[in-house]
């Protein structure tokens, strides 16, 4: 009887292992059985396998735990870390998903929810002008923003958008989007003008704009930071407004 709580303590470990996170909450204020018979449910939008439906239950109602929902029996789906090199996949559904991986991921959910066998499927419509590609490092993007690992998986991206959603897609400019060089919260909310006369809502967003505008021509550009504040195009307005000039150089070493 002594090696009891240590079995089922290595048996818990084993689950962890397979299913991510392993949610003990509440396991001995309601009295619940020790036994290992997991299920899947998520707090706050976030997946927890917990040890029995019991403890899942007095999870539902602790006070502080609006948010607690029950998902299918069995240790949680764990969802890999999938890699920008990966190809589009379909389902027998005539579902894509954006690589094998994901389509792994939503197999697994569909047979623990519905019992169900999700087949992978590339006779699809929507997969036939999908074409394998090789695993090399030469980013595009595309015309909404999103950065592609190279030119071959954006013709795959794009030959899905029109195929299944009747959309165009097209190369903007390569290397990575320009959209992934800074995050507007780190850099304020106060507008800036450029060299050029162009206003922008801050600093991250000249920094996007004056790199897209190399990307696309190929070159540096000669568009600089003017000043802070909304352009003024009346001199003696600008000077009212005591607005702080910030040398050019500061702003190169972000591009």
Known sequence: MAKKPLVLFVIAVFITRISGQFNFTLAGQCSCPMKIE???????????????????????????????????DGPCCRQQQCTMYETPVCDHRGQVYDSKCKFEYAQCIELKQNGQHLAM??????????????????????????????????????????????????????????ENLCSASGYGSFPVCDTENNTHPNLCAFLKYRCRLTKKLNEKTKVGLKSFGVCRHDPEEFLKANVTLMNNSIVDKFL
């Open 38 to 72: 997991p299920v899947c449910g998520s707090i706050g939008g976030i997946q927890y396998t917990f040890m029995n439906r019991c403890i899942l239950n007095c999870t539902q109602h602790d006070e502080e735990n609006d948010y607690v929902f029950y998902h299918y």
């Open 121 to 178: 499927n590339m006779d699809s419509p929507a997969c036939q002008c999908v074409k394998q590609c090789q695993p090399t490092k030469e980013p595009v993007c595309d015309s909404t923003g999103r950065t592609h690992s190279n030119l071959c998986a954006f013709m795959n991206a794009k030959c899905i958008m029109k195929t299944v959603f009747d959309k165009s897609l097209e190369l903007d400019y390569m290397g990575p989007c320009c």
